[in-house]
């Protein structure tokens, strides 16, 4: 998996694409917040905010 980061990092500096970095920063906070959502227990507590 870490391989996969450093591609992508490697791949952002090459191409000068650093707009892409904060787009998938975001969509992997979404996707962090949907798993712990989930969770009956966290899920009354983020319940406002969904």
Do not use: N
């Not at 920063?25 to 899920?43: Q, R």
């Amino acid at each position: 998996m870490w391989d996969l980061v450093r591609d992508f990092a490697r791949f952002l500096r090459q191409e000068k694409k650093w707009w892409l970095a904060p787009l998938i920063g975001v969509l992997l906070l979404l996707g962090l917040l949907v798993v712990v959502s989930s969770s009956t227990a966290v899920s009354s507590f983020l319940y406002p905010f969904l």
